[in-house]
């Protein structure tokens, strides 16, 4: 368990975070950029000092104002993976990875080297510079180098904005691998909605150098404050779901929620897999009778438990369909149906524009 | 080298070498220490100590010269201790020589270096700390090779100034045959003397030579270290 309650004055701009993170699994550090998440992941690493609060990570206290406890950055045994990966120029690949060896015990060193190398597929780059790298390659190196200098805990700042999707596609593989293999906690600073979906399981949203929010990813994502960090493009609602059947007949999925049942296509799933499927609040329509002779697939019975502001542009509605989802529709489509709360309506959602969402966001528990 | 150049000519050249090979093996580490101070520390009298520093570079060389005899004199405010103490004293030597130089090429030193290391990423050495290095290791794994190519050029620059140092020389040790005689000094002692003008060519070719041997050298040295350095 990681336990921050801080404040921070760095240059002009002021930082105050409270918030607690399981000591497994990821847990996302959710903002917009500006918003603190660096200066709050240097603190934790030991390279920017608060000037009052606490911190602790386990039972080893590494700040602590009223105590006057500050534990240099060396002795925190925090694995930090930058935006910008950071290998040391003058140094092959090898040396970089073997930097922070010192902290392992000798006898342990040659067969986790190994077993890093194997696991980053970098063993072809060794001898290499980090300038002959490609960013992708860089950031498995920038892993694999962290996670040889034996952390109790990854902080990893943004560490695919500066790649592109393929790229992104690559590393992402391997933080899961961290995740669930090596039980590290992760810290993931992120801004980008799917990264955090696939792999976060805890949630803390920063915005203008404050914790608005923090607690299991589900219950925040699908809350208010999420929905005030990101704009109203990205709104939605996020479903934890389970693979109950593959069709491969018709090349459709079925994942089982406590809702019912979704149809997905695509069948590149394992049986029992949890997936999380997020489904943006324009893609939901609503009718008050099941509808017949339609091509959208999935169709979800349930109440009406909250209507947005009635006389906006367009009309967001809650519908509690065994979990809350969130459907977009005119001002002028909620009047036509008369919609009002209580009501028992069809939610529809097409399979189609599940398509993305249903493949990537991919979660093993 | 006995056939190529006169006794006069290789006691210079080769005063002239050991005077400038000190002159950087005793500014060096000052001048990584100072330089260092001066991009990294922020304390007051910062802005004295760059002023102290640079000022040879535009104070007459026989100011300087006239400091030093001050200061390191038989009966100088140090010169008087380290006599009194040790029983050396360094003016009209060659090793008063080598510091005169020194101070000379000191800011051309400090300079070179100090820039060197503001262009050192400080986010690498944030790196380094979080990988376990202390200080101390940071600075010899990190900082010191990538400011490695500064401290070469400075060192070079300090070298080349001392191969060309007169007035502060001159000043403080004098121009003793074989002593403190360097290039530059026996040049202006042939000139001093009636049909001095042949030596005085060949002394002038031979401090040119040496000057575009050392800078070349130091500039093969330096692509070589920049590739080691992958920069």
Known sequence: ?365 | MSDLLSPLESEALILSLRVALWCVVISLPIGIGTAWLLARKRFPGHLLLSAVVYAPLVVPPVVVGYLLLVLLGRRGVVGAWLYDTFGITVVFTWQGAAIASAVMGFPLMVRAIRLSLDAVDRRLEDAARTLGAGRWRVWVSITLPLTAPGILAGAVLAFARSLGEFGATITFVSNIPGETRTLPLALYSVLQQPGGDAPAVRLAILSLLLAIVAIAGSELLARRMRKQLGV
């Open chain 1, 1 to 365: 368990m990681l336990s921050v309650d801080i404040a921070a004055r760095l240059g002009d701009f002021e930082l105050a975070a409270r918030f607690e993170a399981p000591s497994s699994g990821v847990t996302a550090l959710f903002g917009r950029s500006g918003a603190g998440k660096t200066s709050l992941t240097n603190i934790l690493a030991g390279l920017e000092r608060p000037i009052r609060g606490r911190i602790a990570l386990g039972d080893r206290v590494l700040f602590d104002a009223a105590n006057r406890v500050n534990i240099p950055p060396d002795k925190r045994q925090i694995g930090y993976i930058f935006q910008e990966g950071r290998l040391f120029p003058h140094k092959t690949v090898r040396a970089n990875l073997a930097y922070g060896l010192g902290r392992l015990a000798p006898e342990k060193r040659a067969a986790r080297f190994d077993q890093v190398v194997d696991l980053l597929g970098i063993a072809p780059l060794l001898e290499r510079r980090p300038k002959m790298l490609s960013g992708g390659e860089k950031q498995r190196v920038a892993i694999g180098r962290a996670l040889l200098s034996g952390p109790d805990l990854l902080l990893m700042d943004e560490p695919l904005t500066a790649l592109d999707a393929a790229r992104r596609a690559e590393i992402l593989p391997y933080v899961e691998h961290l995740r669930d293999a090596e039980k590290l906690p992760i810290i993931w600073v992120s801004h980008d909605v799917d990264e955090i979906i696939r792999l976060a399981d805890h949630l803390v949203l920063i915005d203008q150098g404050r914790v608005t929010a923090s607690g299991p990813l589900i219950e925040i994502i699908n809350g208010p404050d999420f929905r005030a960090a990101t704009g109203r493009r990205e709104d939605g609602t996020v479903i934890e779901t389970t693979v109950a059947a593959k069709d491969a007949a018709n090349a459709l999925t079925h994942l089982r929620f406590s809702g019912g049942e979704l149809r997905v296509p695509g069948v590149n799933v394992t049986l029992g897999q949890r997936l999380r499927v997020h489904i943006m609040a324009k893609d939901v329509a609503i009718a008050l009778d099941p509808p017949h002779g339609i091509s959208v697939l999935n169709c979800l019975a349930g109440r009406i438990v909250g209507i947005s502001d009635p006389d906006g542009a367009d009309v967001d509605v809650e519908i509690d369909v065994g979990v809350r989802l969130r459907a977009r529709i005119t001002r002028y489509s909620a009047r036509l149906l008369a919609l009002k709360e209580g009501q028992t309506v069809h939610a529809l959602i097409k399979a189609m524009a599940l398509d993305r969402t249903g493949r990537d966001m991919a979660h093993s528990p």
